[in-house]
C-alpha cells in the first residue's frame, strides 16, 4: 500500500508531479479560511500556492471545518499538504499543494478558532459557506461565521489591533456587500456600536472566482495513489483554468499580493465579470442542463463533441457576448472560445443533470436577461430562442412517441431517446402544470417565473413566435432538429463590441467564418 503523503514522503513521490512549491512547516498564518472544502482547496488553495516564495512565508492559512471534522482528519497527518490534479485531455498533471498550516474544527474548537482570527498575525479571513452559511443567526449562535467573525473583530478593536479583510469566495452576487450586510445584520441585534464600526472600518471586496471541480469518483483516490506513488486522503481534481476577480482594496489593509499570479485580476469593480461568468458559464451550462438533458446527452463534453449540439453551444455564447456591455481588458468573444474549449474537456465528465437544479430561481439570470437585452440592442437571437424553447420542454417533460412515466414523489420527464430525468426544482409540479396547461404555448410558464415577453413590443412578439416554433419541432420531432434549424446558419454569428483599446489583442480563435460546421441532415 502506498505510504501517506506527508513532508517525510515528498521524496517518494514518482512521475511528473510538481512539488516544486512545498515549504517549510514554519510560514506565519495570515489567513484564516472558513470552510476548507474540495473547491478552496482547487481555487484558493492553489492561488496562495502559487505566491513568490517570500509572500508564501507571511501568508500561511489556518484551515477551518465549519460542520465536520473530516478535513481536519485528512490533513493532519498529512502535514497540511494535499494534490490537485488538473484534468486535461493530453493527460492528467497533479500539483502539490503547500499553504495549510493547521487545521481546525469550529463547533469542537470554537476559542481556537476566535483566537486565531484575533490574532495580530492574521489579516485576512476568507469563506467559502455556501449561501445556508450567510443566513444571519440569532446572537448567541455558537460556531457559526457570523458569531466567530463578530467576536474576532471585536477583540481586534478593543486590543487595537487592525481590522481582518472579508473576502467571500462563494459563487454570490456581489458576495462583499452581501457578507457585509450579514454580518453588519448580526452585530446590530446585541452591539450597534460594533455594528457601526464593522460598517465603516472593515473591508470587505467583491470578487468572482470561476474553477470547476468535478464530483469525485469512487476510485479517484486510489488511481492517484498508483500514478504518484504516495495516498493523498485530501485529494482533489479540477479543470486547467482557475479565475478569480477581486476588488482593489485601500492601502491600509493587508492583502496577499494575489495581483502577482496567474489567472487573478484586481479590478475597480467586479459586477461587470460576474454578469458575464453568469450570462455566458453559467447560462451555457444551464441550456446544457436542459435543452442538452432532453436531447439525450449526459454530460457537458458529450454535448460539445456533438456536432450539432456543439455548434448550438457555440453560437449560444456568441449571441450572450453579443449582449455583454464591453468590459476593458475582455475580449468577450475569446472568452466564449475559451468556454467551448473548457466544456469539450473529455476528463471533466461534468454531469448535466446538476445543471439543471433549481432553475426556477436561476433561468433569468442564466437565460432571460441574455434574452431580453438581445431584444433592447437588436442582437441576434435565435439561438436564444431555441434555449428558451429547451428550457420549456424540459420542465414539461413530454417528449414525442414516449409516455412519461409516473412517479412517486419525484416531478419527472422524458428524454427524447426515451430516458427519465428528475426536474429537480423546489416549484416543479407548479412548474410542471404551467408547461403541459397548453402545449406549445409558454405563456402560462413564462408568466410564472415574471416574464411577459410583451412587456417588449414588436420585438418580444417575434421572440415569442420564435420560442414556440422551435417549441413545435421539439414537440413534433426532436430538440436536436430545432437545434439545427440554427445551426446551420453559422455565418450569421454575432460580433461582440470589443473595446477599442483592446482591438488587435487576444483575437479569437475561431470566428464565424473558420467554425466547424455542422453535418446537414435530420
Known sequence: MAPRLSRDTLPQIVGDTDNSAASSADSKIGIVHLGWGGFARAHIGTILNDLPAAAKQEWGVSAISMRSPTIRDQLAPQDGLYTVTERRAEGDKTQVVDVVKETMVAPEERERVVARLANPDTKMVSMTITQKGYITQEPGADATMHSMVTEAIKRRKEAGVAPLAVVCLDNIQSNGDFTKKTLVDYAAQTDPELASYIEQNVAFPNTMVDRITPKPKSDDLDVLADRIGVRDEAAVAAEPYRQLVIEKTPDSVAMPPLGDVAGVKIVDDVKPFEAAKIKMLNGAHMMMGATGRVAGFMTVDECMADEDMGAFAKRFMSEVAA??????????????????????????????????????????????????????????????????????????????????????????????????????????????????????????????????????????????????????????????????????RLDQLPVPVVPEADRGVDAPKAGPDNRPQPRPGN
Do not use: C
Open 323 to 488: 449582449t455583454i456591455d464591453p468590459i476593458p481588458g475582455t475580449n468577450m468573444q475569446v472568452y466564449a472560445d475559451d468556454l467551448a474549449d473548457r466544456f469539450s474537456n473529455p476528463r471533466m465528465s461534468d454531469d448535466v443533470d446538476r445543471l439543471a437544479n433549481d432553475t426556477s430561481k436561476k433561468v433569468h439570470p442564466r437565460l432571460f436577461d441574455a434574452l431580453t437585452d438581445s431584444l433592447k440592442k437588436g442582437t441576434p437571437n435565435d439561438a436564444l430562442a431555441v434555449a428558451a424553447a429547451g428550457w420549456v420542454r424540459f420542465v414539461s417533460g413530454e417528449a414525442p412517441g414516449h409516455a412519461t412515466p409516473k412517479s412517486d414523489g419525484d416531478v419527472v420527464g422524458m428524454t427524447d431517446k426515451g430516458r427519465a430525468y428528475v426536474v429537480n426544482d423546489p416549484i416543479a409540479e407548479k412548474l410542471q402544470a404551467a408547461a403541459r396547461a397548453n402545449p406549445g404555448n409558454p405563456d402560462k410558464l413564462f408568466e410564472a417565473v415574471g416574464l411577459n415577453l410583451g412587456d417588449y413590443g414588436a420585438e418580444g412578439k417575434a421572440m415569442r413566435r420564435k420560442i414556440v416554433t422551435a417549441l413545435e419541432t421539439m414537440n413534433k420531432d426532436s430538440s436536436l432538429s430545432a437545434i439545427r434549424s440554427v445551426t446551420m
